[in-house]
């Protein structure tokens, strides 16, 4: 499956925006999907995950509350609404599938997409 990112951009502290990813190749039906992020000189890090039917999800602690993951399987995308938005989410954004949940929080994911920057600034 290819996975492409879009959204984000340039966003003030405190200021929301949307990234989302169209998933092609394969229905992503069956899949989970999420978003990694990576920040400059740092890891790439989970951030959220959906289950393949939407039905349950999971974030970081460093964002829980303040962003929002969702799907829409009917059009192969998964949608990350972000909110509250601090300095510290400066990264390139990720989204990702995998048929396994757990490999989420173990960054063994099958599917990987390109990237898409997401500066806030203070």
């Known amino acids: 499956v290819q996975l492409q990112a879009s959204g984000g951009g340039l966003v003030q502290a405190g200021g929301s925006t949307r990234l989302s990813c169209a998933a092609s190749?394969?229905?992503?039906?069956?899949?989970?999907l999420g978003w990694f992020r990576q920040a400059p000189g740092k890891e790439r890090e989970f951030v959220a995950v959906i289950s393949w039917n939407g039905g349950w999800s999971y974030y970081a602690d460093t964002v829980k509350g303040r962003f929002t993951i969702s799907r829409e399987n009917a059009a192969d995308l998964v949608g990350l609404q972000m909110n509250s938005l601090k300095p510290e989410d400066t990264a390139v954004y990720y989204c990702a599938a995998d048929p396994n949940y757990t490999d989420f929080l173990t960054n063994m994911i099958d599917y990987w997409g390109v990237g898409t920057q997401v500066t806030v600034s203070s």
């Open positions: 190749g394969r229905t992503s039906v069956g899949l989970a």
